[in-house]
């Protein structure tokens, strides 16, 4: 019995699994919500926090916020009362300090913007994260892994796949295997990077020119080894 065991463990479990369901509900509402306001009484997502089979109705954008949030500061107190320390978490997995990334991007779309810079400045002093150079950005994206962790320590949540598999994020856009490309960048996208692309990091990182296909931009963001999104 892991309550009655290890409850510090118990408490690593269900904070990640708090932190997950919140991620789920802002994905979605940032897909399909209506506004971004935390207060909008407009259409959301529908409100899921059990796994029996059902047709919920959409509830509002300020309601699937109060969800995110109540989900989130769960977390963040049971990750304070877990087994281990948050910096033996893998990056595969949820940890506060992930909790508190996700925490200040959701309070930037809602437009709390206090909030969203005193969780990114604590993500950004924590002494496990530090920004990768200029020259190594791309390198997060396509870079090898040692045990299940990046290189990178700018990175601090990622997602696992096995190489070939057709699951993972990113293999709608291109699938390793076959080097398949379901998609291309739009102009309107390219000509974000001005006249001079290349001097944008993310630019290097994220397309690149296929000889293969006449010149043409496609996305490299996806060709990573085996390893992690």
Known sequence: DIEEDVPGRKNRLKAQAYALRAFAHFDLLRAF??????NSTELGVPIKTDIEISLPDRATVQEVYDQIFADLNESMTLFDNMDIGDDEIPTTFFSKLAAQALLARI?????????AVNY????????RTGFVSRNNYPLVWSQEKVDGTSLASEVIFE?????????RIGS??????????????????LDLFGATPSNDARYNAYVRADSRR?????????EANDGFL
Request: glycine share 8%; charged share 15%; net charge neutral.
């Open 33 to 38: 919500g209506q506004s971004y306001d935390r």
């Open 107 to 115: 309070s930037l779309y809602a437009g709390m913007d206090t909030e």
């Open 120 to 127: 990114a400045t604590t993500v950004i002093n924590s002494a």
């Open 159 to 167: 997602i696992a796949f096995t190489f070939g598999q057709d699951s």
């Open 172 to 189: 709608p856009i291109y699938f390793v295997p076959n080097n398949r490309v379901a998609f291309r960048p739009s102009s309107l996208w």
């Open 214 to 222: 006449g010149g043409a931009i496609i996305p490299s963001k996806y």
